[in-house]
Every structure is written in C-alpha cells, then in structure tokens.
C-alpha cells in the first residue's frame, strides 16, 4: 500500500501556472505507476494525467494536452503535476492515485490509495 500526501494548490488567476505534488511513502512507488484526477463542484472525478513507473510513458486528457506536464522522481518517492496556462474550468481538486497493473489509464476505478487532494481555483 502507497499513502499519498498532494500539495501546491492554491488560487491563480487565468493564463498563471502552479505545480502539484505528491509526496508517497510506501516501498511500492518506485515500481507503480501513477496518475493525476481532478474534480469540480458537481461534477464526476475525471482523468488528468499519468506516468509509468520509469516515467516511459505519460498520457493526458485532451483538455490539459500541451499545457499540463506529469514526471516523477523515484528516488524522492514524488509525482509532480506542473500546469501552465491555466483556465477558470481547470478549477477543481486535484488528487494523485496509484494505478493498478494492467488496467486503463484513463478511468477512475483502475486507481488506489488516492490522496487527500489539494484544492486549485483559477480565477478569470
């Protein structure tokens, strides 16, 4: 089992960055891969992004492609979300999960051990 700890959120104003990360302890995080969700106000957990253990791969919602960039740091046990040119609907929280070996990137219930979540709100 993975504990997950996010942080770096806070309030931006539009075309601003932040960068998120996840802090893990667990002897597993080296060899897991891990992903990024967020949720607004009424509205479903949906995917963000995702890296492979060795940061090999990395996959994004089409929303985020191109401004959103996911890596990793195995040997800090960290996952970082770093969002550039940010948008009032990039509002949400924002949490980071472990992904469960040979599932999907792309959906919620391929995730365990989700963090706590750390809250970003991007104002226009």
């Known amino acids: 089992q993975v504990q997950l700890v996010e942080s770096g959120g806070g309030l931006v104003q539009a075309g601003g960055s932040l960068r998120l990360s996840c802090a893990a302890s667990?002897?597993?995080?080296?060899?897991?891969?891990m992903g990024w969700f967020r949720q607004a106000p009424g509205k479903e957990r949906e995917f963000v992004a995702a890296i492979s253990w060795n940061a090999g791969s990395t996959y994004y919602a089409d929303s985020v492609k191109g401004r959103f960039t996911i890596s990793r740091d195995n040997a800090k046990n960290t996952v970082l979300l770093q969002m550039n040119s940010l948008k009032p609907d990039d509002t949400a929280v924002y949490y980071c999960?472990?992904?469960?070996?040979?599932?999907?990137?792309?959906?919620?219930?391929?995730?365990?051990?989700w963090g706590q979540g750390t809250q970003v709100t991007v104002s226009s």
């Open positions: 667990g002897r597993t995080f080296s060899s897991a891969a």
């Open positions: 999960a472990v992904k469960n070996i040979g599932t999907s990137w792309y959906f919620v219930s391929s995730y365990d051990d």
